[in-house]
């Protein structure tokens, strides 16, 4: 019997990763196939009768090329006017022209106006009239697109990765300490009814997409099984937490369906940012160096996590206020209070993963890559600053490229996470085999590392390349969203896990400076694991597929409209 | 909207860094995963730093070393640990060069396939023959001084030994001075006359009268003002003569018509300024000091004295050279391994230089106190300074059953062919009687 077990274990070793890349290319290609339908709301028709389509709910009509509609004449502005429709059809016209005018039937805009099917809009001297799309001609268009998870089934591709979790809690039945093993197999059991129960409301919700969740759970096994090796006595803890994150993905992404909704919150959620900042700054405990962990009736929480979720919400914006200084101006006050909050606490890692998604959000909003370098450099400059007031940073800078220099000090970490990760092979020493583990912050800083031993380099690159498809399925749908708001934050989301992975897995194997941030979904850490499944809301509105996501309402149907 | 969208591909910048930085490190781990794997914390295959894993073996099977259930254990005898000890190496890792440190990662069983997945370690056969290590340590007898021989046709390496030496299994045994040192492959000496080997490859390819010229010695010879001493007086005689008879006038006659420039260069590209590889293993890099032109410093430089100093391993790359028309496999001590063929000399030198060290034996050493071998050697004598002289003995056998080359050193041993020649006689007679 035991030798059958190990028989087993020693194959599923082999087979893991096969799942993993099967699970992995079953998403890729879900996501990137299909067409890229665009959705049209209205129409702009001009006085040579040439039609302009409206492919979003944010239009910018102006000069420029990129705008949507581009009027290529000396008297209108780069972005001229801001056309938006709201999740009840309705359309406003907002005059951004500064100058030139914008007029809606002969009357000139103040601001915005209600805007409606037949209007003539006047930008200086062109004309163009509006039309509106019906809801029974868009129900129409809707049929035509092609259908989320049409191509590639998700519930088959759940099943593959429900065989990667059997597997797992196969080779844990052998490596598992007796004491655990009962949770252990009841943990991963918990998983597979919770994924399969996400499936479900998916699918009663009469949606079809579900690759990012997939990727998402596929992330969330590897971090259980680093729970049942390194802390198994936590592994209650995590999937309640887990199950905690998954809850908070729907409910926020069910916030984030109405814009008009999240426009209301954004003032309260900055707020709220700086308050928890200064709380932390206040109440907080330092553990390793880094004073960002609160405690509060028992629970330790990292309000940092939090912050991140919120740091979007606030960052993103909608069409009509992009273009405003006094908006930019707020959100860069906003960034440096957060970014220079945590620098003070002493937890570099977050405040660089803030850094970077602020020079993500400023790019998208400005479209000015000066603005991005002024940022970089004087970041720069502020962190020479920082590395002159705190030695225990700089000397994080000086062991950086140096650790077999310095073994048994400062590169102890490093050098631990690459010889167990170079002895893990390809394939790993199987789940729970390893011995990273027993060294400090390996479940968490060093993750990929325990990874590599446990899993093997092919699980762990595959875990990285999860993050990446990500990225690339958000920058795919930019082209085809209705709201900048949405485009905004899913790609500010991405970027912070991307950056917070990099920082994560190139510190710990001295490619980059060891800065200790987690490396999503994965690594330990209840605020994580939550504010990342949150930050996975941002990303899922961003889906505009027809049936991908549940945060983007369907189309009413032709009868419904008709009614 | 075109513009958010246009300027959302900013998230695939940060995505290309992070594929970027992948790469660097897949690269690293390709090239370095080895050194990551035998760490060592490393605790899938070392225990408090220890190698837990493997076992080390020599060409017959025979176990030199073992690591298993936290264990460590030696050869079964005594006299097998002692001859082998610098060639093995022990668990505390006191000889840097031994197999335990230098093939570490193979007897943890790393590749990067499979990492050290593989459970139990591995067994790793050295080319090592322990029965010929043995009775090489039993001719050196105590002395101080090392046995180096290789197949020069396969570049095994048959009988590697140094003494002082200890037993690896018995921790309490009181230890000479430079025990853990392997004076094979880590140590530097005065080479004395064997230099002539390197002088003449030289003279060879850059006087072309060489075979026209004789050589008048009459005991010394005057450079600038200071009086060259030789070994005898050897009258007049050839060039092949000079050479059997270790004729230190006229080497340094030779030495300095080719001056110091010459003599650097083929120092140098004969391998012998230079760390090796042997295998994983560095080996000690020689060293050879250019005298001003018509000094007796670069006089003394051609005959091996100044301050000539070479690796022993670096004169057996040489003698297997000449032994093979100029091209070495280059040796290894793993077993079914081959480190690739590096050409040394051009053939006709190499075959020139063969003859004559042939010729050394059967009209100068004596072929009895060799019998039934056809040697092709020469000796060194090699003063050091205090009196006493090291004894060296290097060469090889012309024999395709036995294609052995050899360098044998016996530390302040005096006259090389009465000792060191000895030593080389009795390890050679085993190695050709044990096939």
Redesign the interface.
């Known amino acids: 019997m035991e030798d059958l077990l190990a028989t087993c274990a020693h194959v599923a070793?082999f087979l893991l990763p096969l799942l993993a890349l099967i699970v992995l290319l079953r998403c890729v290609r879900s996501m990137l196939s299909g067409r890229a339908d665009p959705e049209t709301w209205g129409y702009l028709v001009t006085p040579e009768g040439q039609v302009r389509p409206l492919?979003?709910w944010?239009?910018?009509i102006g000069r420029?090329r990129?705008?949507?509609v581009t009027l290529p004449f000396s008297d209108v502005a780069g972005v001229h006017a801001v056309l938006m429709r709201n999740d009840r059809g309705e359309w406003r016209i907002h005059d951004l022209s500064r100058g030139g005018g914008v007029f809606l039937n002969g009357k000139r805009v103040e601001g915005t106006e209600p805007l409606v099917d037949g209007d003539i809009i006047r930008c200086t001297t062109h004309m163009l009239k509006f039309a509106a799309n019906t809801d029974a001609h868009r129900a129409i268009q809707e049929k035509r697109r092609a259908v989320a998870g049409w191509r590639v089934s998700p519930a088959a591709t759940l099943f593959f990765l429900t065989l990667l979790q059997l597997l797992l809690v196969l080779e844990f039945l052998l490596s598992a300490d007796p004491a655990y093993r009962f949770n252990t197999i009841l943990a991963f059991f918990a998983l597979i009814l919770i994924e399969w129960l996400c499936y479900l409301l998916m699918r009663t919700m009469d949606r079809s997409g579900f690759e990012v969740e997939t990727l998402a759970f596929f992330l969330c096994t590897l971090g259980l099984s680093v729970c049942a090796t390194a802390t198994p006595a936590e592994l209650t803890r995590q999937v309640v937490l887990l199950l905690a994150g998954v809850v908070l993905f729907f409910l926020f992404g069910w916030w984030l369906r109405d814009l008009s909704h999240v426009k209301a919150l954004r003032w309260p959620a900055a707020l709220m940012s700086l308050a928890l900042l200064a709380l932390n700054l206040v109440a907080a405990q330092e553990i390793f160096g880094a004073r960002n962990w609160i405690t509060i009736a028992g629970f330790s929480l990292q309000p940092s996590e939090l912050i991140k979720v919120a740091f979007i919400y606030v960052g993103a914006t909608t069409?009509d206020r992009?273009f405003r200084s006094r908006s930019i101006l707020l959100f860069i006050a906003f960034s440096a209070v957060c970014v220079g909050g945590l620098a003070l606490m002493g937890d570099m890692g977050a405040a660089l993963v803030f850094f970077?998604t602020f020079l993500?959000i400023a790019?998208?909003r400005s479209?000015s890559i000066a603005t991005v370098l002024l940022a970089v450099t004087s970041a720069v400059m502020a962190g020479m600053l920082v590395l002159s007031v705190k030695p225990y940073v700089a000397q994080r800078f000086q062991t950086w490229g140096h650790v077999w220099q310095d073994?048994n000090g400062a590169g102890y970490q490093q050098?631990?996470a690459?010889?167990?990760?170079?002895?893990?092979?390809?394939?790993?020493?199987?789940a729970g085999s390893?011995?990273l583990k027993?060294i400090v912050a390996a479940n968490t800083d060093m993750v990929w590392a325990m990874l590599c031993?446990e899993l093997?380099?092919i699980v762990a690159?595959i875990a990285?390349l999860a993050i990446?498809a990500l990225?690339?399925f958000?920058?795919k749908n930019?082209?085809r969203?209705r709201s900048?708001y949405y485009?905004?934050a899913a790609?500010a989301a991405?970027?912070m896990m991307?950056?917070q992975?990099?920082l994560n897995?190139?510190g710990s194997?001295d490619?980059?400076p060891f800065t200790g941030v987690t490396f999503p979904f994965v690594s330990r850490g209840g605020s994580s694991l939550i504010s990342c499944w949150m930050l996975l809301s941002y990303i899922k509105a961003a889906d505009t597929r027809r049936g991908g996501s549940f945060i983007v309402k369907a189309a009413k149907s032709g009868k419904e409209a008709a009614a | 909207?075109?513009?958010?969208?246009?300027?959302?591909?900013?998230?695939?910048l940060?995505?290309a860094?992070?594929?970027c930085?992948?790469g660097?490190?897949?690269v690293?781990?390709v090239r370095?995963?080895?050194e990551?794997?035998t760490?060592a914390?490393?605790?899938?295959?070392y225990i408090s730093g220890v190698l837990a894993t493997g076992t080390l073996t020599d060409r017959n099977g025979v176990v030199l070393a073992r690591a298993a259930d936290g264990e460590h254990t030696y050869a079964d005898d005594a006299a097998v640990r002692r001859a082998c000890y610098h060639a093995v190496g022990d668990y505390a890792g006191n000889v840097g060069t031994g197999a335990l440190v230098a093939f570490s990662s193979q007897l943890?069983g790393?590749?990067?396939?499979?990492?050290?997945?593989a459970s139990g370690g591995h067994e790793v056969a050295l080319t090592l023959d322990s029965a010929l290590c043995v009775a090489a340590q039993e001719a050196l007898n105590g002395q101080k001084g090392m046995v180096l021989l290789s197949n020069y046709k396969t570049g095994e390496i048959l009988c590697m030994t140094s003494n002082p030496t200890t037993d690896p299994a018995d921790e309490s045994a009181a230890l000479a001075d430079g025990t853990y040192l392997n004076r094979c492959i880590n140590s530097t000496f005065t080479p004395g006359s064997i230099f002539k080997l390197i002088t003449a490859a030289a003279a060879i390819e850059n006087l072309p009268d060489l075979d026209s010229r004789t050589f008048t010695c009459s005991g010394s010879i005057d450079v600038a003002g200071v009086t060259v001493t030789c070994s005898g007086v050897h009258g007049t005689q050839n060039f092949e003569d000079a050479l059997a008879n270790s004729c230190n006038v006229a080497f340094a006659q030779i030495a300095l018509e080719l001056g110091g420039d010459t003599l650097e260069r083929y120092v140098s590209d004969l391998g012998f300024t230079d760390a090796q590889k042997l295998d994983s293993i560095t080996t000690a890099a020689g060293s050879f000091t250019k005298d001003a032109a018509g000094t007796p410093g670069l006089a003394w430089s051609g005959i091996g004295q100044f301050e000539d100093l070479i690796c022993p391993y670096s004169m057996l790359r040489l003698v297997s050279a000449i032994a093979q028309g100029g091209a070495l496999p280059e040796p290894t001590l793993l077993l079914d391994n081959t480190n690739g063929t590096t050409t040394l000399l051009r053939a006709a030198t190499a075959d020139k230089l063969r003859d004559m060290m042939s010729y050394n034996v059967y009209s100068h050493y004596g072929t009895d106190n060799f019998p039934g071998l056809n040697l092709c050697a020469k000796t060194g004598t090699a003063e050091v300074g205090d009196g006493t002289s090291h004894s060296w003995f290097t060469g090889f056998l012309l024999d395709d059953a036995h294609p052995y080359a050899f360098v044998v050193l016996v530390e302040n041993g005096g006259g090389g062919l009465s000792v060191a020649g000895r030593v080389a006689n009795a390890v050679l007679q085993r190695a050709v009687s044990s096939e």
């Open positions: 070793h492919l979003h944010e239009c910018i420029s990129s705008a949507d069409l992009m970077a993500v790019f998208l479209g073994v050098t631990r690459m010889s167990a990760a170079a002895s893990g092979g390809l394939f790993g020493q199987g390893g011995w027993n031993e093997g380099l690159v990285i990446i990225a690339i958000t920058v930019a082209a969203n900048s485009v905004i790609c991405v970027t991307m950056v992975m990099g897995v190139f194997l490619i980059l | 909207m075109n513009k958010v969208k246009r300027r959302a591909m900013s998230a695939l940060v995505a860094l992070i594929l930085g992948l660097v490190y897949i690293r781990y370095h995963g080895a990551w794997a760490f914390a490393n605790s899938s295959v943890a790393y590749n990067p396939i499979t990492g050290t997945y």
